[in-house]
């Protein structure tokens, strides 16, 4: 389903103000410095805050509209999202957990295989890892079978190994279930790797400069430093700024 | 016997008193949290005040008062018919009142707090409506603070004098709690048996006092 999002937003110091469209199966990479309005742009999409004026459309279906006055509740939108804080329910199992949004065992039974975390079904989540936990609230996101997944920084906590092991399975999800994605990050390499599409944001305004001075000064994570040629060459290999 | 007839008789009359308040702070007031938690109407501040009150008021006032709500010259009585006042009920109900504020005020703070708000959000977000959100996330979450603030509200209960005085009359073999038989004892210059009482309240009091220190380290 294509999404389309025209919304305004009264954020002091700043407004959000911004247009964004993209499809079923496209990956999403939202960037731009912390407190751009990236954070603030899922939770409108996901329904969690309502935007002063615009509108929200998902496929056919309505979500905002401050013209019609329509608001559908984040449990009508059918959306996979994982906080930037990653929080799980701690009166309940990992298994529980993911089990709280998915229709069937067998679900259960694969994102736990699939994410490597089988061993922990019957732990709290007070007695597994920061990753371990991102790991979690990832296959609690996808359990729900979402038609749209929202992430806020979604690998922040986790060890390199367990990064990209987890980057390439979301990347084959989401091809598999045809799905679109908004990926927040702060890691350029990472977004380079997954997204298929940039959405820079600076100032709650979609920005055209924001990136190219981060990859020009060299102003980006060691990492993302280290990986400098291969950050810029999906840019040649037909990626392009959403603007 | 350390303690005679006449003191086992508030001693019961306590017992029924703490555990028919306690009954009632169960599904009037952990309602009331919750909902307060979750209310920003006009009516759900007012109801917010009105429970807030006998943190600050006088007790004796509020007993008053109450007396005045369900006394013999109340349009309520109608309805109780003199069920209420100088008997079990009125103790229960100033036992009731003292203890509302203890009960709801924590369960509002945890069910606003951040970490709820977030697992609200989760959950909204999951699919959840708002009834399965409150039973499947918000209460098991403010499950030891609602049985704190029952701990707290016992032990309020406990040392209640002034509401029980005015909605129960202290009437000996009646409406004469342990609170009210200590004062009684002193009053009639039996100091030991004072004495007696005062440590069994006082050992019931610390024995409240360690178990909701032990849920609170473990919230």
């Known amino acids: 389903m294509p999404v389309t999002i025209t919304i305004k937003k009264k954020l002091p110091p700043y407004s959000l103000d911004l247009s964004l469209s993209f499809s079923a199966g496209e990956l999403i990479a939202v960037l731009g410095p912390s407190g751009a309005g990236k954070s603030t742009l899922i939770r409108l999409i996901a329904g969690l805050d309502s935007p002063d004026e615009g509108t929200i459309q998902f496929g056919n279906t309505t979500w905002f509209s401050s013209r019609d006055k329509i608001t559908t509740s984040p449990q009508q939108r059918k959306i996979g999202m994982v906080f930037q804080e990653y929080p799980l329910f701690p009166h309940l199992s990992v298994w529980n957990n993911i089990a709280f949004a998915a229709p069937d065992t067998s679900v259960i039974e694969s994102l736990l295989s699939d994410f490597n975390i089988a061993h922990l079904a019957k732990q709290k989540p007070a007695r597994i890892s920061g990753g371990e936990r991102q790991r979690v609230a990832l296959c609690q996101a996808l359990a729900s079978q979402p038609e749209l997944l929202l992430l806020d920084e979604p690998f922040s906590a986790l060890d390199i190994n367990n990064r990209q092991q987890i980057r390439r399975l979301l990347k084959r999800i989401v091809r598999e279930q045809n799905i679109p994605v908004l990926h927040i990050t702060h890691d350029l ?42 950050s810029i060459q999906p840019l040649q290999q037909g990626k392009h700024l959403a603007v | 016997m350390i303690l005679d007839s006449a003191s086992l008789i508030p ?125 499947a996330v918000l209460l098991p979450l403010a499950k030891k603070t609602i049985l704190a603030g029952l701990l707290l509200a016992v032990g309020r209960s406990l040392g209640e004098v002034g509401m029980s005085m005015m909605l129960g009359g202290n009437i000996i073999g009646r409406t004469n709690t342990i609170s009210l038989e200590i004062y009684n004892a002193v009053f009639e210059g039996e100091f030991k048996r004072a004495a007696i009482l005062s440590l069994l309240l006082a050992a019931f009091s610390s024995g409240l006092f360690i178990a909701f220190k032990k849920l609170s380290s473990t919230t």
């Open chain 2, 11 to 135: 001693l019961v009359l306590t017992a029924k008193v703490l555990f028919y308040a306690t009954l009632l702070q169960l599904f009037i007031s952990v309602p009331i949290g919750c909902w307060l938690s979750c209310s920003r109407t006009v009516f759900s501040s007012f109801v917010d005040i009105l429970v807030s009150l006998p943190l600050v008021f006088p007790p004796i006032a509020t007993g008053f008062f109450l007396l005045i709500i369900f006394g013999r010259k109340s349009p309520l009585n109608v309805v109780f018919n003199d069920t209420i006042i100088f008997q079990l009920p009125g103790l229960v109900l100033a036992a009731f009142v003292a203890g509302i504020p203890l009960v709801v005020k924590p369960i509002q703070a945890a069910m606003n707090s951040s970490e709820a708000n977030k697992l609200a959000e989760l959950a909204a977000v999951l699919g959840k409506n708002k009834l399965t959100i409150l039973f």
């Open chain 1, 189 to 230: 390499e990472e977004a380079f790797y997954l997204a298929d599409r940039f959405f820079v944001m600076e100032n709650g305004r979609e920005s055209r400069t924001w990136l190219s001075r981060q990859l020009s000064a060299g102003r980006t994570t060691n990492s993302v430093y280290d990986y400098k040629s291969l």
